[in-house]
């Protein structure tokens, strides 16, 4: 079949399969191919254990793969027989030099960039997908700079909003599409073969189109003020265990100002996933740049306060079993950084299991998608640890359980059965509020939310969410 145009994205990751998935499958008559470094990668979209779990991507991938959407290695040769680029590797924080710990880790971006120059015998849209930092577009121009003859690269920003676990809703439905384009000839032409992508499927009103830089800026600030509505209410979970305020309630009545908003006001033991951190850290690293110190700070404080969430989840943790955790067992439910997805990148249940295993607890961690990635963050660590994806085989035995992902199988657990197989006094540490408190104290367990009054049968006037007020 004559495909009317030929699309790539370089980059087979979370944001890459599922995005090039989807234009795929509401483009049947263009032509899509997916390239990535890493032939494991690669192998694994090609077979029936995708790497990557997302609610309803199976599907579209049944439908598409092979038909107009194909999985490749051969990266040269992808680049010289498609005119449509897609760019869709990782960005890393900055682990070495200048910058470390904050600024993005730009090679593995300029080293497609300079690949698709290599490689072009024609010209080319080249549609950076992955977040990068503000200006990278025109380092992007630069490097394509040099093409031989009448090749021209037309350098377009279209930043990705999906959330892991709802991709596949996200990409059906986005709430707005934003493409950045220079304002040129060549630059508004290229914007509108983007357009005409994804207006098969998403209303005209909600593709936006804005220039390069707000583009590329916008997808920062878009995850800098959710992950600050997360550690907000974060900061008023700790307030509220040292007074009567319940943190849900709170939320509510403040989320249903219509002004505010009732999502992303669910307090936990802090946000994860491989975007949150990795872009505030950007943004700051930027207004650093700028000479906008104050304003660094203001943004670094969300992550702080992130930070600040897991210590106090252990730190309860430890002062609620009496100051030692040595020889007992503790099972983590849930390992992902939030439900519905196995990706563990920066999930606060890293850092959790690690300080409970530094008080030399033993852990048996549990989750129904996540244990393969657990396994490969805690490699370095082979003793006092066990994995059991069987909740009620993992918690058996047990000195206390500690939800750390908000998966809909823990709301509904047997706990009465849970906690006849467990170490008494029994203890319940619900890192997301997930579970029904009143019903599991009842049920003789020792409970601790987050934000609200601890439930505990000890005598003592000890009040395990506050050392004192
Ligand atoms: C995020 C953005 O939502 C998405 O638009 C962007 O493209 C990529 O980054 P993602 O990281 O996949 O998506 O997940 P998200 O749903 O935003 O959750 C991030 C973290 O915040 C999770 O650890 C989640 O548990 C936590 N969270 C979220 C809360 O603790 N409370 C909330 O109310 C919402
Ligand atoms: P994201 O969540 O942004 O999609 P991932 O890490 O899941 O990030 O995916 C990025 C993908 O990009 C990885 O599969 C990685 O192997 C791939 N990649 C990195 N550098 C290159 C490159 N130069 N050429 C092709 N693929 C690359």
């Known amino acids: 079949m004559k495909f009317k145009k030929n699309i790539l994205c370089i980059g087979a990751g979370y944001v890459g399969g599922p995005t090039m998935a989807m234009i795929a499958s509401k ?143 996200d990409l059906e439905n986005p709430d707005r599409v934003l493409i950045g384009s220079r304002d040129t000839k060549n630059g508004l032409k290229a914007r509108q073969e983007l357009v005409n992508i994804y207006s098969r499927w998403v209303p005209k009103e909600k593709i936006i189109t804005t220039n390069i830089w707000s583009s590329e800026l916008s997808k920062l600030v878009s995850n800098a003020f959710l992950a600050q509505r997360v550690s907000s209410i974060n900061s008023i979970s700790a307030l509220c265990e040292k007074t009567e305020a319940d943190v849900s309630e709170v939320a509510k009545a403040v989320g249903m100002d219509s002004r505010i908003g009732s999502k992303f006001l669910q307090a936990g033991i802090g946000f994860g996933g491989s975007c949150f951190k990795k872009d505030i850290l950007h943004l700051a690293y930027l207004c650093e740049y700028y000479g906008l110190p104050e304003v660094a700070a203001y943004w670094e404080s969300v992550v702080k306060m992130n930070e600040y969430q897991q210590q106090r989840f252990i730190t309860n943790i430890l002062g609620s079993m009496f100051n030692t955790l040595a ?62 994806e069987d909740p009620y085989k993992a918690v058996a035995g047990c000195h206390a359980i500690a939800i750390l992902t908000d998966w809909n199988i823990y709301r509904n657990l047997d706990f009465r059965k849970i906690y006849k197989s467990m170490i008494k006094p029994a203890f ?14 009842k049920i003789g367990f020792n409970v601790y939310p987050i934000g609200k009054p601890a439930m505990s049968h000890f005598k003592t006037t000890q009040k395990a969410n506050s050392n004192s007020r």
């Open 327 to 388: 020889g007992k067992r503790i099972c983590v439910f849930g390992f992902a950084f939030k439900a519905n997805t196995g990706d563990t990148r920066e999930s606060p249940a890293t850092y959790i299991t690690r300080k409970l295993l530094a008080e030399q607890a033993l852990v048996t961690i549990s989750d129904p998608k996540a244990l393969k990635n657990a396994a490969l963050d805690l490699a370095d660590i082979d003793e006092n640890v066990k994995y059991e």
């Open 27 to 169: 483009c049947p008559d263009y032509r899509v191919t997916v390239v990535d470094i890493n032939p494991e990668r690669i192998n694994a979209w090609n077979s029936h254990d995708l790497p990557v779990y997302e609610p309803g991507l199976d599907k579209i991938i049944k439908k598409t793969r092979g038909k107009n959407l194909f999985f490749s290695n051969n990266i040269e040769k992808a680049i010289t027989e498609n005119d449509i680029i897609f760019v869709s590797v990782h960005t890393p924080t900055k682990t070495f030099g200048e910058g470390a710990g904050k600024a993005p880790d730009l090679q593995y971006w300029e080293k497609t960039a300079r690949q698709i120059l290599e490689n072009s015998k024609s010209s080319k849209i080249v549609i950076e997908k992955s977040t990068l930092p503000v200006k990278t577009a025109a380092a992007m121009e630069k490097i394509l700079a040099p093409a031989k003859g009448k090749i021209k690269f037309e350098v377009l920003s279209n930043p990705e909003f999906l959330a892991e676990g709802t991709a596949i809703k």
């Open 428 to 441: 319940l540490f619900d890192g997301r509020n997930i579970v029904d408190h009143a019903k599991c104290f």
